[in-house]
């Protein structure tokens, strides 16, 4: 194994960890928008979380298979 092996695989495992947590954080966030004006606010809002929360399902899914082949590969 190389150095530059090694950094690069140190680094996606950071960045699985990295997108994990965000993944993590925006499935804790609050569901509902009490605090916007308008309920046009309230449903973009609502829209806007479930997008961003299945994109970032699908890149920390992702990134966990792309480990998982690293390390059984």
Sequence with gaps: M???W???TVSFYA???GALLIFLYLSNSPQS???WQSPEG???YVK???MLLAGVGLLAG???VQDLA???L
């Design 48 to 50: 806007h979380r479930r």
């Design 42 to 44: 309230r449903l973009a």
């Design 2 to 4: 190389t150095t530059a």
């Design 15 to 17: 960045t699985t960890f």
């Design 70 to 72: 690293i390390i059984f």
């Design 33 to 35: 928008a009490e605090y």
């Design 62 to 64: 992702w990134l966990v």
């Design 6 to 8: 090694i950094l690069g």
